[in-house]
């Protein structure tokens, strides 16, 4: 079965329907219907789509048309893969997924701004909007993206986008925007990990290099970049994107995908992102994780340089990653400068800030609320054990989640009166680490932060 491979022909959206036509592939087996599979999931009998249609043309292709109607299925987040089921008896059965060997097709999918994208109908389970819609994997696969939609994936920012492409077009050739640099942080939200520090050393010790922070306006962080404010672009505005469409580098402690709408991979000025050469300045240390390959030299998120605090860091960087020798530095993180301008006094605080978990990343409240990590972590902060503890030594435990887990913080409860839960942008983690007694965590690097 392998030897057949299904050809996707034609795809539009209209309103709550994904048009798709699909050339079988074959005549010996009836192609019986689409089946689309949550990524993650096991059951193979999820959601089946009949074809609405089917004609044969004249070199025999067997092309049948499908119609998916969105509100007639519960969707999960994030991937749901298309394929074509094919019947071979009355028992027996295979999948085949959808190649798509059309330019016009990728990019009418991914580069366009707003086709093939809309709002899913509000979920009262759930707080906010949803967009699905179908892509193309890095395969040639179809498959469908569900997901909460983006803080900047309105009208108005898709209209900045537009506006900053044509403006780009025009003035393209404009001299005092070439071979500027930018950087960001987290989502663009924060001012306290690598890049806030190397930028401020950059714009105090070397002005002449055209730098510029990007940053969301309504961040908490926002304040600490006063006096800086020529060199500052707010997130996803018209300014913003149209200085990312001249850049000639990123250096940034996150992933490029962080200085623009998070998760969003369509229009021109992302495609453009993805294509800036890249330095990485890290946000943490690696060392007690299992490493995947996130930011490998062969993937998405490579850079052309990569920043370590140690040889044997670096070691790890061209072991496991593939980076070659001289694509790595040791030069130690550009925050730990701060860790040691001043002599903060210890405090009576025990800071509790364990690492993310990549399978809870962006999963709905009712999943979480259900996970062993949320469990586990409620469940001692509101120890009674740990509240006579504190009590009877005069501390106060901070509880920090990982930025990444910020938009559960709500669900975390607390009746321990010598519990914080400090909640992300509230304090920097460089003061809260300087003035902890201790740290507890568990496999987050910023264990050697405290070290």
Known sequence: YSAIDPKLKKISVKKNLINIAVDTGTSMYKAIGIHIHFRKGENWEEKTVLPVSETKSKNDEIIQYFSVDVNKYNWE????????????????????????????????LKYSLNSNQFLFPYDSDISGNYLIYPYITRSSELSIN????????????????????FQFLLTWWRPDLKNIWLTHEKYSETAQDNSYYFF?????????????????????????????????LPFMSRKHLYYLLFASMIVASESKGHGFSWRTSKGLVRQFLDIKP?????????????????????????????????????????DYLGYPNDSVVV??????????????????????????????????????LESDYFLTYNMLINSKELANFLEKEGLI??????????????????????????????????????????LITDYSSVAWEAL
Not at 284 to 295: N, P, R, Y
Not at 345 to 363: G, Q
Not at 408 to 437: C, M, T, W
């Open 200 to 232: 401020k050393y950059m714009y105090k010790n070397h002005p002449e290099k055209k730098m510029f922070y990007v940053i969301d306006t309504q961040s908490k962080d926002y304040k600490r970049l006063n006096g800086m404010e020529d060199r500052v």
């Open 77 to 108: 987040q994030f991937y749901q893969d298309i394929y074509l089921k094919y019947q071979v008896d009355a028992n027996t059965y295979f999948f085949r997924k959808i190649k798509n060997e059309s330019r016009f097709i990728k990019w009418k």
């Open 278 to 318: 890249f330095v990485f300045l890290q946000h943490g240390v690696l060392g007690l994780k299992k490493i995947d390959d996130t930011f490998s030299a062969s993937g998405l998120n490579k850079a052309e340089v990569f920043t370590t605090s140690s040889e044997f860091e670096k070691q790890i960087v061209i």
């Open 146 to 165: 569900y997901r909460v939609q983006g803080k900047f994936e309105t009208k108005k920012y898709k209209r900045n986008e537009k506006i900053a492409v």
């Open 397 to 438: 435990a901070n509880f920090y989640l990982h930025p990444k887990f910020n938009q559960y913080s709500h669900l975390f409860s607390n009746v321990n009166s010598n519990v914080r839960i400090i909640y992300f942008g509230e304090a920097p983690v460089n003061d809260l680490i300087k003035q902890a007694s201790i």
């Open 331 to 368: 030069t130690g993180l550009p925050r730990w400068d701060n860790l040691n301008q001043d002599n903060t006094k210890k405090s009576n605080t025990i800071l509790i800030m364990p690492t993310w978990r990549n399978w809870l990343e962006e999963v709905e409240d009712k999943v979480f």
